[in-house]
């Protein structure tokens, strides 16, 4: 269907307001608003999200950038390009550098809807910084109402060199219309619907409300294990992101016991991996998200991958469920900084979905990390 015939039959849409679940992504498809190279793969689209796949080449610039007003992200690239690699089999993106990579999908978005993108889980946890763009774009991981065309996404990866490959997906889409974020008076009246946080007991915990639901960091170990999280080890092998449960650990993350003083000292801009002291729940006609940065909590990056699916720490049916332990992907910023058990870390914000969504998160539909406690990205042995 071309975008003329697309745009001609918006009318037919009717949104309410709220986070697009997966059958709202399939309309948008049907309907050619939203569009591919290649045919949508299974499992491509999420609870409340879509993956998005890397294309065939990957081209090395000089800095990140955002396009700006009037210029596409091709103009922009061509300015600062250095060289390109052909992912269309493997390529390596080496640490340090920066990539500019076309996706697979491009979009037509319906009046009053706007896109939000984020990493996944897997690439938080390989400390690969993604970004997306777009043309006139003015913001990162900003789609605009009414944009019209392909998306593109800034590739960097921080701590370990790795071999892409066309249609590996790196980041996710998500689609919204207006303002769906719950306020902490709704949020206390969904915690008396059903606990949104539990200990390790499968007890509920009373959460601290204060714009959105706050967690705290655990460093006495889940389930007997006294690992408490990892500090990437540098100088580590490529990763390759096709290889999945195929890496020792020992290569590449340094573990981090018990303290018996109960806190670790962060070092400047290492890059550690640990795990909520609560288990998280979400609601299947919700979904939620880790704020990044709060310089109240420290001068620390607390989450790359901060995107939650609705049933996140559900049982199957999205409802119940005692929670899902929250992974921290940590960076403490120009100075040291000291994390005792139980500190206050990061920021939950809860979003209405527009509707019931189809499918939830969980194992049933491969969820990689459904009922996780403390797990390093899947390419490694656990």
């Given at each position: 269907m071309?975008?003329?015939?697309?745009?001609?039959?918006?009318?037919?849409?009717?949104?309410?307001?709220?986070?697009?679940?997966?059958?709202?992504?399939?309309?948008?498809?049907?309907?050619?608003?939203?569009?591919?190279?290649?045919?949508?793969?299974?499992?491509?689209?999420?609870?409340?999200?879509?993956?998005l796949r890397l294309s065939d080449k990957a081209y090395r610039v000089r800095a990140g950038f955002l396009p700006g007003d009037g210029h596409t992200v091709m103009e922009r690239m061509e300015e600062l390009k250095m060289h390109e690699v052909d992912i269309s089999e493997s390529g390596v993106l080496e640490k340090g550098a920066v990539y500019i990579i076309p996706l697979m999908e491009s979009l037509s978005l319906p009046k009053g809807v706007h896109g939000l993108a984020s990493p996944k889980s897997t690439t938080g946890r390989l400390d690969i910084l993604t970004r997306l763009i777009c043309d006139n774009g003015t913001s990162f991981d900003q789609v605009p109402e009414g944009y019209e065309g392909r998306l593109y996404v800034e590739v960097s990866p921080i701590t370990f060199s790795?071999?892409?490959?066309?249609?590996?997906?790196?980041?996710?889409?998500?689609?919204?219309?207006?303002?769906?974020?719950?306020?902490?008076?709704?949020?206390?009246?969904?915690?008396?619907?059903?606990?949104?946080?539990?200990?390790?007991?499968?007890?509920?915990?009373?959460?601290?409300?204060?714009?959105?639901?706050?967690?705290?960091?655990?460093?006495?170990?889940?389930?007997?294990?006294?690992?408490?999280?990892?500090?990437?080890?540098?100088?580590?092998?490529?990763?390759?992101?096709?290889?999945?449960?195929?890496?020792?650990?020992?290569?590449?993350?340094?573990?981090?016991?018990?303290p018996t003083s109960g806190r670790i000292i962060l070092n400047p801009e290492d890059f550690y991996i640990l795990a909520s002291r609560e288990c998280l729940r979400v609601p299947a006609e919700y979904s939620a998200e880790m704020m990044a940065y709060e310089t109240q909590a420290g001068e620390l990056r607390v989450h790359y991958a901060g995107f939650f699916d609705p049933g996140f720490g559900c049982d199957v049916g999205g409802e119940g469920g005692f929670g899902t332990t929250g992974v921290l992907e940590i960076r403490s910023h120009d100075v040291p900084f000291v994390l005792e058990h139980g500190q206050r870390i990061c920021r939950m914000v809860y979003e209405k979905l527009s509707e019931t969504p189809e499918k939830i998160y969980s194992q049933n539909i491969g969820s990689n990390y459904a009922g996780q406690t403390l797990k390093l990205a899947k390419q490694f042995k656990m």
């Open positions: 071309s975008t003329l015939h697309a745009v001609q039959n918006e009318s037919a849409l009717s949104f309410d307001d709220g986070v697009f679940p997966s059958q709202v992504f399939k309309k948008l498809q049907s309907m050619g608003l939203l569009r591919s190279d290649a045919p949508l793969e299974e499992g491509q689209i999420q609870p409340a999200s879509m993956d790795i071999i892409a490959h066309q249609g590996d997906k790196l980041n996710q889409l998500r689609l919204r219309k207006g303002v769906s974020v719950l306020s902490d008076e709704s949020l206390v009246a969904l915690d008396q619907q059903g606990a949104l946080v539990y200990n390790n007991d499968q007890q509920p915990e009373k959460p601290m409300f204060c714009e959105g639901v706050w967690l705290s960091v655990d460093l006495e170990g889940k389930n007997g294990s006294n690992i408490v999280g990892y500090r990437a080890r540098k100088n580590a092998p490529l990763v390759d992101l096709r290889n999945i449960a195929h890496y020792e650990i020992e290569e590449f993350w340094e573990p981090i016991f018990k």
